[in-house]
């Protein structure tokens, strides 16, 4: 998954410069940013304005717009579990407040220590095999409340 | 001893119930055990409550096993060593389960047979066939598409022909085909499951649209949910070019067509075409107003195609078979196959491609097994988080953009999501409503504010506050959502909450007044 790192200037100036002349160059840096710093670092904003032409304001508007992109470091550990309809069905919500309670975090929320962030998703598309969850980019299906628990151990390490 | 060929699915849905552990095992098997196995990472054919469903290519055809766990995997290694051999696991050959023989695989076709990454095989299995006879009859290409009678598979239900038709009569320097993989209805997985499983049907689907309206570029918009897909997409289309499928001379025609992926970055409402179109540009994904049509103004104010994944993917075969063909399956304006989605609490869940006309309660009950609670269905969800609720009195609507209409629903992007007797229906309203206050783009009145009106409205009515006054609001509500909104998120929204409250009004606290105005 992503590493969260501290704050290179040079590094960002370079992403920028490799995305920059492709057509609809916005979300690709962007992404390539988050992947290189583990969010949106704010002093990058100014220099992708820049290096497009736009605003400020219009590359803070996309950054917020979109759930993907993180204005702040994630924990070292994401869980991400589904909460749309066809894990609702099979019983998504009680994972969630499982989760929520064994973590000591709400949905959207990260951990204190840093340790694990909780997100929501809505649709990992596992539908068929639901309920489904996410973990550092993994996937894991027909979730229940062991494997579950198995998913929050690994948060710990 | 020869080498033995070996299938362990690389689609999301088997991965996430272990297959790649699956796969690295029956690799060390192999070694330990000095038997020459080569393993392919082939899409899913779809049964997922077999999923992981391993295959052994044996002389009597695949013999499949499945649902296999880690414990399971050395004895079934064991069976496929003896030649397909006795297994409690053992589920025979794929094509002659039921589940799988009730189907009319088209757009389908070699969906979890072949290796997604490799040209070659698509080609051994019909691929490219489709294109070659377009080449031959470029100035049929639109014609014949329309005359198949394909619609949108993404929910809208346009016909495909004339889309294409008003972007080939469009003159422009530059036009664009864009592919909308930003598949984030709950209950649907079939835009995922072909480009993990026959990610070239879809590229050489994208090139006869191409070649048909003069574009010579393509993005594929896939949501970052999709990381399997996104693989997958990006190794078919490099295959390609190495291939001579995509570049300057498409299949040495004098036809260019290149293709890009382009990734998402979790906005929902980025499924909706012109939303996607923004969000390419690298903007806020934000609903544009219609007029212009992206036909004739689209992607960077150029004329655009822009198609599900599933109406790019089933054009190969409209080409290859002709138009008359893929019309002769359906009902009434609904022509073709639909691939369905079975989602939800199901026994047997999964992807069932069928003509259209097929009924909802056939679906539920005979191919999907009813609840894997064991307890009765009491709704059914169709056609994503804006889809209608249907209690089991409506089972018998078959399976056609018109029929579900004229039962106040829609089939969408073909997904189904059943629930048993436990769920709280003034639960799944509220959820609807939430679910457009946090994803709507913010363009329009109606589906910001009204969202948050309505989840509050819902709120009222579920602790009891002036139930029949807020009954009235919300019904107000929902009409303006439904008529004053830009999008079919505002715009469908209605149809989750409106249907919950008409088929069980018990769910809100049933009041005489409200049964009394049906």
Redesign the interface.
Known sequence: MTASSGWDANLAAEIIGRHKDTEGPLLPILHSLQEAFGYIPEPAEPMVADALNISRAEVHGVVTFYHDYRQAPAGRHVLKLCQAEACQACGSDALAARAQEKLGVKLGETSADGRVTLEPVYCLGLCSVSPSAMIDGRIVARLDANKLDALIAETAR | MSTIRIYVPGD??A???GADDIARTIGDLAARKNVAVQIIRNGSRGM??L?PMLEVATGDGRIAYGPVEAGDVEGVFEAMLANGGEHKLRVGKPEDHPFMKKQTRLTFARCGIVDPRSLEDYCAHGGYRGLNKALAKPANIVAEVTQSGLRGRGGAGFPTGIKWKTVADTKAEQKYIVCNAD???????AD?MIMEGDPFVLIEGMTIAGIAVGATKGYIYIR????HAIDVMNDAIAAGRRGGVLGDKVCGSSYAFDLEV???????VCGEETALLD???????QVRAKPPLPAHKGL?GKPTVINNVLSLATVPIIMDKGAEFYKNFGMGRSRGTMPI??????NY???FETAFGITLGELVDEIGGGCFTGRPVKAV?VGG?LGAYFPRALFDTPFDYEAFAAKDGLIGHG?I????DS?DMAK?AR?AME?CAV?S?GKCTPCRIGSTRGVETVDRIMKGIERDKNLEVLTDLCNTMKFGSLCALGGFTPYPVMSALTHFPEDFGASPRLEAAE
């Open positions: 999301a849905a991965v996430a119930c997922h409550w999923e598949e984030g209805d709950s209950g649907t997985f995922r970052s949910e999709y990381p382009r990734v998402g970055a979790g906005a929902y969000s390419l540009e690298g903007k806020r994904g960077f989605q079975l989602a939800g609490n199901l869940g999964g992807l969800q988080p997904g999501v059943v629930f048993d769920v799944q959820f679910f994803e783009c």
